[in-house]
């Protein structure tokens, strides 16, 4: 397996393009209103992004069509904008990988278009907190299934399901590279993390059982049983004693002490 070990440089580089995607999706936070169509978020994104000198890294990446994901209440990843219009009590996963000097920074977050139910606002909840908890234990040493651990056992006793189809991965001077990151797991299983290490973390989590299918675009993932998915993602790299975010954002996200 060749998995990189990025250097400090490398990281500065990485905390610009992170930067770029936390402010794009903060950017979008207040357009997010019913009536308004997954296009026009894409529309909204891609600009902001190219205004930063930046690009939108999905755009074309193995035939994708648009520049963001956009996945909304059952779609589990990868939902491709259209004329889809957002409604009251929807949920949306709004993902974004920007490209700048040679290195990639991918997020995402979930908005709530007006008022959602209750049990989707717990959902989300519990998806953040997943992600957050996985990051807080971060450090040179601890396993890959560390992570999936400490995200499967808050989830399940939380009453939701994990996703085992898709995963975090590998990120730098390529969109997608070594190691896949698993969100399930045992305590001490798979590889060791060394400093310079990069991945994303990017729990998906339903409310319903973890299955899902791919839909014939071949690109939106779905849950099985057409319960509610949600996701939070970030971008970080192992330092000599814990993590770094790139991808944090000082308006949304909220340290766990």
């Not at 997954?38 to 529309?43: E, F, L, R």
């Not at 808050?154 to 995963?167: A, K």
């Not at 390529?174 to 305590?187: C, N, T």
């Not at 996701?231 to 970080?236: D, I, N, S, Y």
Request: overall charge neutral.
């Amino acid at each position: 397996m060749n998995i990189k070990q990025y250097s400090f440089e490398d990281f500065t580089k990485l905390k610009k393009a992170g930067e770029i995607t936390a402010q794009a999706l903060d950017f979008v936070t207040d357009k997010i209103k019913p009536g308004i169509t997954t296009n026009i978020i894409d529309k909204i994104v891609s600009d902001f992004i190219k205004s930063k000198q930046a690009t939108c890294a999905p755009l074309f990446y193995k035939g994708f069509p648009k520049s963001i994901c956009t996945s909304v209440n059952h779609v589990v990843c990868h939902g491709i904008p259209s004329e889809k219009t957002l409604q009251e009590g929807d949920i949306v996963n709004i993902d974004i990988t920007s490209y700048i000097d040679g290195f990639h920074g991918d997020a995402s977050r979930m908005y709530c278009v007006g008022q959602p139910s209750i049990k989707a606002q717990k959902l989300i909840d519990v998806t953040y907190q997943s992600l957050m908890r996985a990051i807080k234990i971060l450090q040179p040493g601890i396993t890959l299934g560390d992570i999936g651990f400490a995200i499967q056992s808050f989830v399940e006793q939380e009453g939701f399901s994990v996703v085992r189809d898709f995963c975090g991965h590998g990120i730098g001077r390529l969109f997608h590279e070594e190691p896949s990151v698993l969100h399930y797991g045992r305590k001490n299983d798979g590889l060791k993390l060394k400093e310079g290490m990069v991945f994303t973390i990017e729990p998906m989590i339903n409310a319903g059982a973890y299955q899902t299918k791919v839909l014939n675009d071949g690109w939106t993932a779905v849950t099985k049983d057409k319960s509610l998915s949600a996701q939070f993602e970030h971008t970080v790299g192992i330092t000599n004693n814990g993590c770094e975010i790139f991808t944090l954002s000082d308006k949304f996200d909220r340290i766990l002490n």
